[in-house]
């Protein structure tokens, strides 16, 4: 019989600029194409969006281009310890997936190998 093993999900090793939120977080920042300003002030995130997009379209048999502008705030609210990363786009935002330190993960491993020390002869 084969040995059964405990498979992870393997984790990602690319780092990300971020902050986590709390009650001194203060920044005004714009992202280097300076469509996107955002101020951060007592778990306050504004962000201030302003660009300007062109299309090229076909229209009655001929080429034209129709240009888009875009100016919008959004007022967020974040809670203390939420992680906000930085995406050189559209500036900090909050990530899809728990965000985690080098330290935090390796402290996370270590328990998971101490958890699994135990279990495994049990699938001989």
Do not use: C
């Amino acid at each position: 019989m084969e040995k059964v093993e405990y498979y992870t999900l393997k984790p990602s090793l690319k780092q990300y600029f971020g902050r986590k939120v709390n009650q001194s977080l203060k920044f005004d920042e714009w992202t280097e194409d300076k469509k996107v300003h955002q101020i951060m002030e007592n778990g306050i995130l504004t962000t201030i969006i302003k660009d300007t997009r062109k299309i090229k379209l076909l229209a009655d048999g001929k080429e034209t281009e129709i240009e888009s502008q875009e100016e919008s705030t959004i007022v967020q609210k974040i809670p203390t310890g939420v992680i906000l990363i930085w995406d050189e786009f559209q500036g900090y935002i909050i990530p899809q997936y728990q965000m985690a330190t080098l330290e935090e993960i390796e402290i996370e491993l270590k328990a998971m190998k101490e958890a699994y020390k135990g279990d495994k002869n049990d699938f001989n």
